[in-house]
């Protein structure tokens, strides 16, 4: 038996649940709008960490993008391309989780971070193995 998290279709099919999440809330009558942003970010880290697991390498805990992109790069250079995303995704970690955060237009705000982890889960699934 295979060991799960050095699995990368086991990350891509935990990132595909958080997809999931992401399309149920985006059909609800109301939408959380950081909940869909909390998804958004955990699925594009979970592609990341499938890219890096399909390299041989082991990932970091760590729900920092931009540090996970930093290995990926040791891998591609073209990934090069996503650290805006990266970067940006990496807080909706923790701070939309909170209710003292203020967040101004919630909805761009998510809509955004859902094309983000969109444009990362695309590129890194062009690099996965078949």
């Not at 958004?40 to 540090?67: I, M, S, W």
């Amino acid at each position: 038996m295979s060991d799960p998290v050095r699995d990368w279709r086991s990350w891509i099919a935990k990132a595909d649940e958080d997809w999931l999440c992401i399309r149920n809330e985006l059909a609800a009558a109301q939408t959380p709008w950081s909940v869909v942003c909390f998804h958004a970010q955990q699925a594009a880290e979970k592609y990341l960490k499938a890219f890096l697991v399909a390299n041989g390498f082991d990932p970091e805990r760590t729900h920092a993008r931009d540090a996970l992109l930093k290995e990926c790069l040791r891998f591609d250079s073209s990934l090069a391309s996503l650290q805006a995303e990266c970067q940006q995704l990496t807080d909706f970690a923790v701070d939309v989780r909170y209710p003292d955060i203020p967040i101004a237009d919630e909805e761009q705000i998510g809509r955004e971070a859902v094309a983000m982890a969109d444009r990362i889960c695309a590129a890194i699934r062009k690099r996965l193995p078949v």
